[in-house]
Each structure stands twice: as structure tokens, then as C-alpha cells.
């Protein structure tokens, strides 16, 4: 019984532990200061893709690195090049970040390649502006974006052939044992 | 409180997954501990349950709560959530005795086929020993918490959420390794000497305590990371120096405190652990099974046939007297995309509820009272070739005349149902609308194959010396089953509306809504009341294919790619030809393409087989397909439910391709349990299972195609 329990704790516990592939993430994106402020942008996820990103912005004060929560601060992502010129300006707030010491914005990027990111912070009549360089890659496959749940199908078939050949060597050392 | 605290206290993500995996848990764990105590209980059991319960609650606070929010932003942060999965979760959930509850929380036939085989075999135990040990657990635990604090690792997994988790689960898993062969699940002599836990927790101390000096005395910043992230108020430095005390302190307290318990135990003269003595308590509360034996239940359905009465009449009266913008009607919400997507959630979870809470039949059962039916229903129209041609016209008509989209319409054949009903029972006898008419109710019966309640008999015995058979004659207390299956000759739901008459009528209390294994019935081919064996209907094979195909071609009908074939089509044909353009479609998926690949098994499966019974075979093989149709139901039905509800909908393609893959996985098992039926060697089973498991995966990869397709929003205001 022992046994057992060892072999079913580590079963049944993959599930809670399997929690740990959807961990937050996130890279330091650009970081300069401007103004009384120094401004960090992060992405999440880490590798920015085509289509939904997560952008957040820490507003700190130069002075003593103190966060800005009271701040208005907008995005402004801009595709060059090409025959059509991406832009768009979206705001960026506590609401849609995680972590509410930093604002953040959802975006749909439609294009890879090289963007630039410029943000703007405004708070009391105090104004700065970064910008920088944001490297958009390709879309991923949805297949590759998925793969988890692609692979559970042949793992199960797997652990369901391994069962089969069990019963089986029970079955023949104890007859009786399963019926 | 100061601003930057407060926004800190308010961070707390919200990973759905992260809490229905613990949800799921607690609520297994809970069910398992409950039928324990039930029987058996001990002075330790809330104790346990306490220890189970905080343990989750870590493990949730580790994963979901603001420290996860600042993990990228603090060391100290991230080394408290570190110390929380590796040393606190996992010693409080072992602590909680989970492995008797989880299992009995868990279907018994579930545990005994599925998961019994590998606790009893000789291969697993001896890797789980090898696994448990305590040199090998210790050497794993060391390689796993040095490993990932050195620098470069460290950083990958800062700057990548794949490495970031792989490193949480190894921190988890070794933390729960680590503590198996320290806290035994069940009474009885442990494999080590009583002094071994004393250095294998001293060694565990020694590797937390050298890496905690690493990082409180290494004079640098160790991850670069963290230097570039500015911080408020304190360095990057002083963060390490804190992220090194809190492993050092606390993490050190988790070791050290059993090693001293160890200690004392093994320096007192009585070392052995008082055996705990089980008391043995009389049952006092109803189980499932004798709450859903009671009967109260056909009371229950007459009071849910009166509230969907009262919807379906709200929706008629909206659909004909409100606007007609779907999205905004009644009828252009609640019966397509909440009611389709519910009562396949509900057949599912549970069973044919929908068919339980008819309001159809609830008209009908009203006008009963009043005209009793004479005429039998004729001979050539007793079986499903009627449906199966109506859900043509039905699955047809959906996509060719927006259904969806025109509450007036909805309301009208809403209307048209319960003059069908009530025109159709009340000339004929028994549930004849139900059982060869009803679409709805044909959709249901087949989908409740894979349900994991069936209303059934309890003993076989009991029935066995049952002289009067009221669950289909009837008695003074309720009609007998108007659909004549007669309950001990009964196997799975097909046909069975759930109206719990047979519940009520029998006298010995023997139906009832029994749990069953969904899909058990499709690997059987037993003679079922009032229909036969499923291996000699056509009219079912044709009605299971139909609902299985249709399933793909439904969803697919409303996908970017196909919308733009049938479009172009409407162009090149004139300007009233979409309905032959749908009408091409849906034959072509719902009815050609089914037969073909059916004949296609059926010529490969005579390789095999030879020619005698080579269709009755072929004909029990399309119940097999049955998961995988019900499965693409389900994840598109959900969808269409998850956008009207949800603003992000990021969860909904992965529970879709979990849907399908449980559809599949399903659906290759009855294949191979049918062709181990037919196949006398190994290579001729496998022969047979081809073909059928091929046509299982186009199905899946088709399924995956659709639901990877821009699909149209329906429910929902553009």
C-alpha cells in the first residue's frame, strides 16, 4: 500500500503541478529615462509574436526610483516600411495589468518585423516621452502554440497500451486476480 | 497604507487554470474524504483534511497571488513563491493523507482498470522505490535547487515562461519527492531505519543553507536581470541580500524542525507511533445514488418542464413582438447558443436533462388529460429514417436560411414543435413524438451514449422476481415507459427521455439514475428493449453517422474558409442559389462523405472478416464514432456559449482541443475493444482497428482545422 501511495501521490499531483506551464513571464522591453521619469516597458509574453500582446510600462521617479501610480501614459506603436504604415495609439492603465504597480495594454499586433514603441507619460503638468525599438517575430503555428494538448492524445494512448500489457502479465501471473 | 503597498496587495493575477486545477482537487479530495469518514473515521481525519486544504491554499498563493505579480520585478519575491512550492505545499498536502481520498474520490471502475494496473505492478514499484528513496530523492532535490540558481539557467527562465514553469514544476515535484519518504501515507514500518530521515533533512538544510550564504555573501548581483529593473527603495543587491535571508530563515525552519521531532523520537524510550484506531460509525446521510433513487426527482422534472414551458413562451412572445436584432431578441440567443451549448454540457455531466425538462411534452402531458389517444402510430414510420431525414432538412436549413440570425423564425418553429408535439401525441399513443419524431430528442439519445448517468435498474435479481413489470405497464401511482423499454432489458440511454416514470412506477425501488461509464455501452451489443440489437438497425447507424458528421460540417458551415467557398458558389449559380450551395455542402459533409468512409472500412474490414456479417460489423464500428462527434458538439457549442459570455477568450481553444481529445481518445478505445470482438489474433484486431481509427483522426484533424478556423460570432452584438 505504501508503494502504492508513493505512485499515486506523484499521479495525482501532476495535475496541480501541471499549473506551472501557464507561469507569468514577461522581458524587459526598453528602459530610459525621460524627464523626471525613468520608464520600463516589459512584454509578456517574453517573445513578441503577431498577434496578442501584453505591454506594461513601470513609471518610476528619476530621483529615488519611487513607482508613479497616479500617472496617464499611452502607447504609441508604429510599423515602418512596406507600402502601409501601421500606427496606433492605445492608453495604458492599472486596470488591465496584472501587477498594479505598472500600466499595461492589450495589443493585437498584425505585423512582424521591427516596431517602434513610443510611450508617453503626462502627470501634473510633467511630460516625457521614450521610444525605442520593439522586434515583432512571425506568428507561431497554432499547432506549435498548442502542442500540450496535441500531445496528451498519443501519451494517453501510450500509458493506455502500457495498462493493456500490465493487466495482461497480471492476468497471467493471477489468473483470478482481475476477474 | 502607502500607494505602491496597496497597488501591490491588489495584484493578484487570475489564471483559470491555476484555480480549476486546485478546485478539481479540493473537490476529489473532498468527495474521497467524505465517503471515508462515512465509513470509517479516525480523530485525525479534520486534521488531515485541514493540512490538504492549506496545502492548496500554498500552492494557490504561490501561483495566483501578488507574489507571482512581482516575480519578475524581486528576487525576494520570487524566492518566497520558490520556497512556498518546494518546502511548505508539498510536506502540507502529503500531510493531508491524499492517496485514499483522491482514489475514492475517483469512479471505483476508473481506479480498478485505469489506474490499478500500474500501482500493482512489479515495474512500477520498483520504480517508485528507486524514485522515493532517500539518496536518490536527496540527490535530485540538491541538483534540482542548485541547478536552477545558478545564473544562466536562472536567467532563462526569467527571460522565457516555458523555462520559468519547467523550473516551477521541478521545484514542486522534487519538494514532493522529497518529503514521500518522510511522511508515510498509510500505518506500518517504514523501509528506513528511524535515524535516516536525521541526515537526509540535515543534508537538505545543508544545501539550502549554502545557497542562501551564496546569495546574502556573494558581493554582486547574481542575475542580471533584476539589476535592470529598477526598484523602489531598495537595490538589487538588498533584494538578493533579502531573498538570500528568506530561503536562509524560513526554508532552514522546514528542515530543521523535523529533523529535531526525528530526533527526540528516535532518543525516546517508546519510538513506535501509537497505531491509529479506526472507529467504524453507522451510515447516517443518504449517498448519490439514494438521493437520486428518491422520489422527489419526477416532482423536480415537473417543476423544470414548467420553468422551460415558461422560457420557451417568453421566447416565442420576444421572437414574434421584439426586435429583431438576434443578439438582442430572446429568440436569438437563448435557444441557439445557450440552451444548444447546456444541454450538451448537461448531457455530458449528467444525462438527457433537456429531455427531462421537455416543455413540449409538458403541453402534451396537460392535453392528455383532456383527448386520450387511440391510434397506434404506423408501422413503416416506427423508426429513425423520419428524424434522420428531418435533421437533414434541419442541419440544412440552419446555415441556409440563418436560423440563428431571425427571432421570428425561431419563435414560429418553436411554435410549430409544440403543435407537433400536441397534434402528434394526441392522435397517437404512447411518446410517439419523442421516439420517432422528435430531432431534438434523437440528437439527445445518441448523445447520451456518452453520458455518465443512465436510468437503470439497480438489481437484476430484484427484476428477475417481478411479476407485474410496472416500470413499462404502469400502475396506480404512475404510467408504466411510454416509450416501451422495459428497464432489466434496457442497456444505455438510447430512447430514454429521462421522464423518470419507471423511477416512480416500480414498486421495489430498483431504477434509478445510476452512474455508468461513459461509453461503455458502445463496446456491447446487448438486445435492447424496444429496439433490437444495434448491429441489425440501419435507421440508428444512419442517425448515429448523421449527428456524427453533421457535428464537423455544423461548425464548419460557419468558418471563414468554407463561408467563402459557399459565397462563391452563390455568385457563380445566381442570386438564389446559397440554399443549394449549403444544401451541396451539408449533403456532401453530413450524408456522401459518412457513407463513403463507412464503405471504405467496411470493403477493408472483409480483408479481415470475410463477407458474412461484414455490415452488422461495420454498423456497431459507427457507434465507436459517436465521442468524437459529440466531442466536436461540444467545443463548438462552447464556443459560441464562451463568446457570449467572455470578453477574453484565450481558454476557449484549449478546452475545444481538450473536448476532441477526449472525443478521440474515447472513440479509439471502443474501436480497439470492437476489434479485439472480431479479431482472433493481434494482427487481425489491429487490421480490423485501422481503418475505423483512421477515420476517427481525419475526423480529429478536421475537428482541429475548423476550430483553428475564424469562426463566425454568433449571439453577440458586431
Known amino acids: 500500500m505504501r508503494r502504492t ?175 | 497604507m502607502d500607494s505602491v503597498a496597496l497597488a501591490a496587495l491588489q495584484s493578484w493575477p487570475w489564471h483559470p487554470w491555476t484555480v480549476a486545477a486546485l478546485v478539481f482537487i479540493a473537490v476529489l479530495y473532498g468527495i474521497g474524504w467524505v465517503r471515508i469518514w462515512r465509513q470509517v473515521h479516525t480523530h485525525q481525519d479534520s486534521t488531515r483534511l485541514g493540512c490538504f486544504v492549506a496545502g492548496l491554499v500554498t500552492l494557490w498563493v504561490a501561483l495566483d497571488s501578488p507574489l507571482d505579480a512581482f516575480d519578475q520585478l524581486f528576487l525576494s519575491a520570487h524566492m518566497t513563491q520558490h520556497l512556498l512550492l518546494l518546502s511548505i505545499a508539498p510536506p502540507l498536502l502529503l500531510l493531508g493523507r491524499p492517496v485514499l481520498p483522491l482514489l475514492r474520490g475517483l469512479p471505483k471502475r476508473f481506479v480498478k482498470e485505469a489506474i490499478g494496473p500500474f500501482l500493482t505492478s512489479p515495474g512500477g514499484h520498483q520504480i517508485s522505490d528507486w524514485l522515493t528513496s532517500m539518496p536518490v530523492v536527496g540527490l535530485l532535490f540538491a541538483v534540482s535547487t542548485v541547478g536552477w540558481h545558478f545564473p544562466p539557467a536562472y536567467e532563462l527562465a526569467l527571460g522565457s515562461t516555458f523555462w520559468h514553469d519547467v523550473q516551477h514544476a521541478c521545484f514542486f515535484w522534487t519538494g514532493i519527492l522529497f518529503w514521500v519518504p518522510l511522511i508515510r501515507q498509510t500505518p506500518g514500518k517504514s523501509r528506513w531505519p528511524a535515524w535516516a530521515p536525521i541526515p537526509y533533512l540535515l543534508f537538505a538544510d545543508l544545501v539550502n543553507t549554502v545557497l542562501s550564504a551564496s546569495f546574502v555573501f556573494a558581493g554582486r548581483v547574481l542575475y542580471p536581470s533584476y539589476e535592470s529593473v529598477p526598484l523602489s527603495g531598495i537595490s538589487a543587491q538588498t533584494d538578493q541580500t533579502l531573498a538570500g535571508a528568506i530561503m536562509w530563515v524560513p526554508g532552514s525552519i522546514v528542515y530543521l524542525v523535523p529533523a529535531v521531532v526525528f530526533t527526540v523520537r528516535l532518543l525516546s524510550p517508546e519510538r513506535t507511533i501509537a497505531e491509529e484506531h479506526p472507529v467504524r460509525v453507522p451510515r447516517r446521510f443518504a449517498s448519490g445514488q439514494q438521493l437520486l433513487r428518491a422520489k422527489w426527482l419526477p416532482k423536480a422534472r415537473r417543476f423544470a418542464q414548467a420553468t422551460m414551458f415558461t422560457v420557451a413562451v417568453a421566447v416565442i412572445i420576444d421572437g ?123 440528437f439527445h439519445f445518441i448523445t447520451s451514449l456518452v453520458s455518465p448517468r443512465e436510468v437503470a435498474v439497480r438489481k437484476q435479481s430484484v427484476c428477475s422476481s417481478c411479476n407485474t413489470h410496472d416500470c413499462i405497464r404502469g400502475n396506480q401511482t404512475s404510467r408504466g415507459c411510454e416509450l416501451y423499454l422495459f428497464q432489466p432489458k434496457k442497456a444505455s440511454n438510447l430512447d430514454c427521455t429521462f421522464c423518470l416514470d419507471c423511477v416512480k412506477a416500480c414498486p421495489h425501488d430498483n431504477v434509478a439514475l445510476l452512474p455508468v461509464l461513459p461509453g461503455q455501452t458502445l463496446t456491447e451489443d446487448p438486445y435492447r428493449s424496444s429496439i433490437g440489437k444495434l448491429s441489425k438497425r440501419y435507421d440508428f447507424a444512419a442517425l448515429a453517422l448523421l449527428i456524427v458528421f453533421a457535428a464537423f460540417v455544423n461548425a464548419a458551415g460557419m468558418t471563414g474558409p468554407v463561408m467563402m467557398y459557399e459565397h462563391k458558389w452563390h455568385a457563380r449559380l445566381g442570386p438564389h442559389a446559397m440554399p443549394i450551395a449549403v444544401g451541396a455542402f451539408v449533403l456532401l459533409g453530413a450524408v456522401i ?98 481503418p475505423w481509427a483512421v477515420v476517427s483522426l481525419l475526423l480529429y484533424v478536421a475537428g482541429v482545422w475548423v476550430l483553428f478556423q475564424p469562426m463566425e460570432m454568433r449571439g453577440m452584438v458586431h
Open chain 2, 593 to 690: 462523405a459518412p457513407v463513403l468512409l463507412v464503405t471504405f472500412c467496411t470493403i477493408c474490414n472483409r480483408l479481415w472478416v470475410g463477407r458474412d456479417r461484414i455490415w452488422e460489423i461495420s454498423r456497431r464500428f459507427i457507434y465507436a464514432l459517436v465521442p468524437i462527434g459529440v466531442s466536436m458538439w461540444a467545443a463548438h457549442l462552447f464556443y459560441h456559449f464562451a463568446t457570449a459570455w467572455f470578453t477574453s477568450l484565450s481558454f476557449v481553444t484549449p478546452i475545444q482541443i481538450l473536448c476532441l481529445d477526449a472525443g478521440l481518445l474515447l472513440t479509439l478505445y471502443v474501436i480497439v475493444r470492437l476489434a479485439g470482438q472480431y479479431g482472433s489474433r493481434v494482427s487481425q484486431t489491429i487490421a480490423i482497428a485501422v
Open chain 2, 320 to 442: 414574434f413582438v421584439g426586435t429583431q436584432v438576434a443578439p438582442l431578441n430572446l429568440a436569438g440567443v437563448l435557444p441557439w447558443i445557450h440552451w444548444r451549448a447546456l444541454s450538451v454540457g448537461a448531457l455530458l455531466l449528467v444525462g438527457n436533462l433537456f429531455c427531462m425538462a421537455c416543455p413540449f411534452t409538458f403541453v402534451r402531458d396537460g392535453a392528455r388529460r383532456l383527448i386520450t389517444p387511440k391510434l397506434r402510430w404506423p408501422k413503416a414510420l416506427r423508426s429513425k429514417w423520419l428524424p434522420v431525414a428531418l435533421l437533414i432538412f434541419y442541419f440544412w436549413a440552419y446555415e441556409a436560411f440563418s436560423l440563428w440570425n431571425s427571432p421570428s423564425v425561431t419563435a414560429w418553429i418553436i411554435l410549430g414543435y409544440f403543435a407537433g408535439s400536441l397534434v402528434v401525441d394526441s392522435l397517437f399513443r404512447g411518446a410517439v413524438f419523442c421516439k420517432y419524431v422528435c430531432p431534438i430528442g434523437q
Open chain 1, 5 to 179: 501511495t508513493q505512485q499515486v501521490c506523484l499521479t495525482f499531483l501532476f495535475f496541480v503541478g501541471s499549473r506551472a506551464l501557464l507561469a507569468d513571464g514577461g522581458k524587459v522591453q526598453l528602459q530610459k529615462q525621460a524627464g523626471p521619469f525613468l520608464i520600463t516597458v516589459f512584454s509578456d509574453p517574453s517573445e513578441v509574436r503577431v498577434g496578442r500582446v501584453d505591454l506594461s510600462v513601470l513609471c518610476q521617479k528619476s530621483e529615488d526610483k519611487s513607482a508613479v501610480l497616479d500617472a496617464k501614459v499611452f502607447l504609441h506603436l508604429t510599423k515602418p516600411g512596406g507600402a502601409e504604415i501601421v500606427e496606433f495609439t492605445v492608453p495604458a492603465s492599472h486596470d488591465a495589468a496584472t501587477n498594479k504597480t505598472l500600466y499595461a495594454a492589450h495589443l493585437d499586433l498584425p505585423a512582424a518585423g521591427k516596431w517602434k514603441v513610443k510611450v508617453d507619460v503626462r502627470r501634473d503638468g510633467d511630460e516625457a516621452s521614450v521610444t525605442g525599438d520593439l522586434n515583432v517575430l512571425p506568428k507561431q503555428p497554432l499547432l506549435v502554440t498548442y502542442w500540450p494538448f496535441f500531445v496528451l492524445v498519443p501519451l494517453i494512448a501510450l500509458l493506455f497500451a502500457i495498462n493493456r500489457r500490465l493487466r495482461r502479465g497480471r492476468e497471467l501471473r493471477h489468473p483470478r486476480a482481475l476477474r
